[in-house]
């Protein structure tokens, strides 16, 4: 029957081949310009890290007092020396690290050949299985090299393949700022976005890699200042890098691992105690104001996602709208018209179910047609999101075999709902009535 | 004509009249958001920084091991680091000349304060918020920014210090609008303090315009406040504006490279370090105009759907009602007459559309404008797009109301 009804479609798309190239050419702009635009969204919101990122969280302080509080009372986004320092000693949570973003230059070995910058954070041992930090070679350091402030680094493979043609450099050393760092691990590729460990600096995405990570504290040690952001509420007291660190202007992302609902609701309950010892010491002068959020919730916080997306994946949705909307006005005339041929059928004997089943397959070659076309057109989409979008965004959006099933889906979805109403029309069809005034 | 049968007609199709006006609603609401967030971009895109953006460029660079600046005698270490290359960048033949700068409008990366009227403010609070420009004499020369009131920098103002020292200038100059944010009746020699500070600053000079760097939302509040000040800011990375001699731009992005090497080789200069202001433009608006070409396509889809829908729609309906035509011909209605019945109809439907447009478009805007950082919709964009939605519609009734004047009028004697 099927086959049947695929002929009688075939042959009625055939006799209005205007009406027909329309419609699969408005569902084609329709699901491309929506999924063009979902390839982007869905890059920009993924979770970066799924399988953990419920067991992430970002502490927050609020160490300068209403003044510095935004117009919604949240505390700093980032966290001053002092304050990360308190809560990398307390060491609370299962895994900690607080982390600040460098950019050293690196002199690669070899005559002739020019210095390189390198962008990457400094942070604590424990950073690396917090954030799974995938390894080709070696592994991240111990906490006896954060204590001994050791010169070691851990590099990114394409760092790895610039400096050492991508063999195992585990031993090997690199020259940072003119002094030599021990590489105790290579990373796998790795590059997520969006950068959540280190949001507030990196803005959420970044088109740069990350090359190297250090251990804190010799970072400090050896004067190796932040790249990122520094906000003060007041100007520091002291100058340099180490007036810095000696003041409350805020540098540093901190993030730790709390495994269960008990270690969370025990993590937050320290870090008010730690507020209400600051209070009652005198350094705070105003109540507890902390937040510890997920992963999720920070990045939602933080505005990760840029509203450009999503108010473009939104107008897109509207455009698919007005594009279903004018296929099922156009499938309306289209069966209706046929309301003879209709009369016919059900006068001979047709069920209801066999007029929706023909003019169902009918709406769903249309709608896999449009998908086909949406297929081709999202993938010019998505080729050209490359010179329209930032650099750093574009980059991540890509057509995959997931993108392709959805939208052929969509697609044929999409039309077979527009054609439901004007299929239900057909079947509601008087065959007397037909039949009569011919 | 009355409209009486007209409305008649169109209640035997129900639902295609109803499909037509729900899509040409969608329409209007989506085209005039749409084109509204366009016109926002393109505006943003098109304002003046107030530098004179031909021949300028900017030189990014970072020496390699260079002091920390925490140890006494590195400010002055890299200060002089810093002498040898303006020298060396000062003598090349296509420069005109060079300022040592810690950023340039649109950059990604600032220096922003307070100003305040009186000493001591908080330095989240003050009068005004204000961007920093640090340079030296050359800097109102090189940048190409024009000066209002007052005097420019002279070689005697400049001072120099390590960039995470603190310590405010005793004069500066401010933009138009920071002046008259902080004194309306004329800023030259007024007096200021910076960062909520003690010290205090003296005007000495106004310029008319200079944008802030950063293009994010976040510096919508203080766009146009921007305060100079005569210092070199002395870290272990430099950056350098340099104004070429007409035409000689390529030249000296070129040049620039080998250049600086030859001053001094352990220093970082990649690809990213020689930038043209058009490249530095072209970057900071990049997301303003793809967003703009996004929503431009999208326009252009939609309308490019509904002129078809119309056309599919009302050719459907010509078939369907080509015997009544021909029995409208047969009575004496003339050809235009048919002609105008159906650009009547299309413009009651389209009509109804628009209006229930009006408000989907009005309703999109609010829930953006809730959402998102958008704008109030202007009434003249609703206005305009209702005006383009009707002559839409005419537009693409035209030639199927043609086809239908054509009908002949025996078509009415001749049985079906």
Redesign the interface.
């Known amino acids: 029957m099927f086959s049947y009804y695929l002929q009688l479609a075939l042959r009625s798309l055939k006799r209005s081949p205007g009406l027909t190239v329309l419609m699969v050419l408005a569902i084609g702009f329709g699901v491309a310009a929506s999924m063009t635009t979902y390839s982007v969204f869905r890059a920009v919101s993924g979770d970066p890290i799924p399988w953990k990122s419920s067991k992430l969280f970002v502490p927050q302080i609020d160490m300068w007092g209403p003044k510095g509080r935004s117009d919604n009372g949240e505390p700093p986004d980032a966290m001053d020396y002092a304050d990360a320092m308190a809560l990398q000693r307390a060491h609370r949570a299962k895994l900690q690290s607080a982390m600040y973003q460098v950019s050293p230059s690196v002199v690669p070995t070899g005559a002739g050949k020019h210095p390189i910058n390198v962008s990457g954070h400094a942070v604590y041992s424990e950073f690396f299985p917090m954030v799974d930090a995938p390894f080709r070679y070696g592994s991240g350091w111990g906490d006896d090299a954060d204590r001994q402030r050791a010169a070691v680094v851990v590099i990114s493979s394409k760092l790895n393949e610039k400096l050492f043609g991508g063999a195992n450099s585990v031993g090997r050393s690199v020259s940072i700022e003119g002094k030599d760092y021990r590489v105790v691990g290579v990373l796998d590729d790795w590059n997520p976005q969006p950068r959540f460990y280190d949001v507030v600096n990196t803005g959420g995405f970044s088109s740069g890699n990350e090359d190297v990570f250090l251990p804190f504290e010799r970072a400090i040690d050896v004067g190796m200042p932040n790249d990122g952001n520094t906000n003060c509420s007041e100007i520091p007291a002291e100058s340099g890098f180490v007036g810095l660190q000696h003041s409350s202007c805020v540098w540093l992302a901190y993030m730790v691992e709390l495994d269960d609902a008990a270690a969370v609701s025990a993590y937050r309950q320290y870090l008010d105690g730690y507020a209400r010892d600051q209070q009652q010491a005198g350094r705070f002068g105003w109540a507890p104001n902390n937040r510890l959020r997920s992963l999720p919730d920070w990045l939602d916080s933080e505005k990760v996602v840029p509203s450009d997306t999503k108010v473009s994946l939104l107008v897109a949705l509207g455009l698919l709208i007005v594009c279903l909307v004018n296929t099922a006005g156009l499938l309306l005339a289209k069966f209706l018209r046929r309301s003879s041929e209709i009369g016919v059928r059900r006068a001979l004997g047709a069920q209801r179910t066999a007029i929706y089943a023909q003019f169902l397959t009918e709406a769903g070659i249309i709608g896999l047609a449009g998908g086909v076309l949406g297929l081709l057109l999202t993938g010019v989409g998505v080729a050209s999101v490359s010179w329209v979008l930032p650099k750093d965004i574009a980059s991540l959006a890509r057509l995959d075999a997931p993108l392709l099933v959805l939208t052929l889906l969509v697609a044929t979805a999409a039309t077979l709902l527009a054609g439901l109403y004007p299929t239900f029309r057909a079947s509601r069809v008087q065959p007397a009535w037909q039949l009569k005034s011919n | 004509m009355t409209l009486h049968p007209m409305i008649a007609a169109l209640r035997k ?1 129900k ?2 009249v109803v ?2 006006a ?2 040409i609603a ?2 209007l ?2 085209v005039c ?2 084109v509204f ?1 366009i016109g926002q971009r393109v505006q943003r895109v098109n304002r003046p920084t107030g530098l004179d953006e031909s021949n300028l460029m900017l030189v990014t660079q ?4 260079a002091p ?3 140890q006494p005698g590195d400010v002055d270490k890299l200060d002089s680091l810093q002498q040898a290359d303006l020298a060396a960048l000062r003598n090349m033949p296509d420069v005109a000349s060079v300022v040592p700068i810690n950023s340039l409008p649109l950059l990604n990366s600032s220096w922003n304060g307070s100003a305040a009227l009186k000493p001591g403010t ?4 003050g009068n005004a918020r204000t961007t920093y420009y640090f340079g030296d004499e050359h800097m109102l020369k090189t940048l190409g920014v024009k000066l209002v009131a007052g005097r420019a920098f002279t070689a005697a103002d400049v001072q120099h210090r ?1 960039f ?3 310590g405010e200038p005793p004069i500066a100059i401010v933009t138009q609008a920071l002046a008259d944010k902080l004194f309306p009746q004329g800023a030259v020699g007024k007096v200021m303090y910076l ?3 003690g010290t205090p600053t003296t005007i000495i000079g106004v310029v008319q315009r200079l944008q802030v760097p950063g293009t994010g939302s976040w510096t919508n509040g203080f766009v146009w406040n921007a305060t100079l000040e005569p210092v070199r800011l002395n ?2 990375f430099s950056r350098y504006a340099i104004r070429t001699k007409p035409g000689r731009l390529q030249a000296v992005m070129k040049a620039v490279t080998p250049v600086l ?1 030859g001053v001094n ?6 690809d990213d370090s020689v930038k043209s202001f058009a490249d530095i433009r072209a970057e900071a608006y ?2 303003d ?3 703009a ?3 431009g ?2 326009c252009l ?2 309308i ?3 002129a ?2 119309i056309v ?2 009302t050719s ?2 010509v ?2 009602r080509h015997r009544q035509i021909g029995v409208r011909r047969a009575l004496g209605a003339r050809k235009v007459d048919i002609l105008h019945y159906f650009q009547t109809e299309n413009l009651l439907i389209a009509g109804i559309g628009a209006v229930i447009g009006v408000l989907l478009a009005i309703g999109l805007n609010l829930w ?1 404008m809730h ?4 704008d109030r919709l202007p009434v003249l964009y609703v206005i305009a797009g209702v005006a383009a939605v009707l002559v839409l519609g005419q537009a693409a009734v035209f030639a199927p109301a043609r086809r239908a004047s054509n009908v002949p009028p025996v078509v009415a004697t001749r049985s ?1």
Do not use: C, K
């Not at chain 2, 908080?122 to 609070?125: A, F, H």
């Not at chain 2, 959402?371 to 958008?374: D, F, G, I």
């Open positions: 199709h639902a295609g499909l037509i729900l899509q969608l329409t609401a989506i958001n749409a967030i970072q020496w390699v091991g920390s600046g925490d908080d330095l989240r609070g390590g995470r020292d603190q960062d909520g500070s870290a272990n090497y080789p352990m220093r970082v200069l990649d990049r997301a105009v793809g967003m070409v996004l929503m396509v999208v889809i939609l490019g759907v509904t078809a829908g599919g729609l459907f309906w078939g369907q953006l959402h998102y950082e958008m079906v």
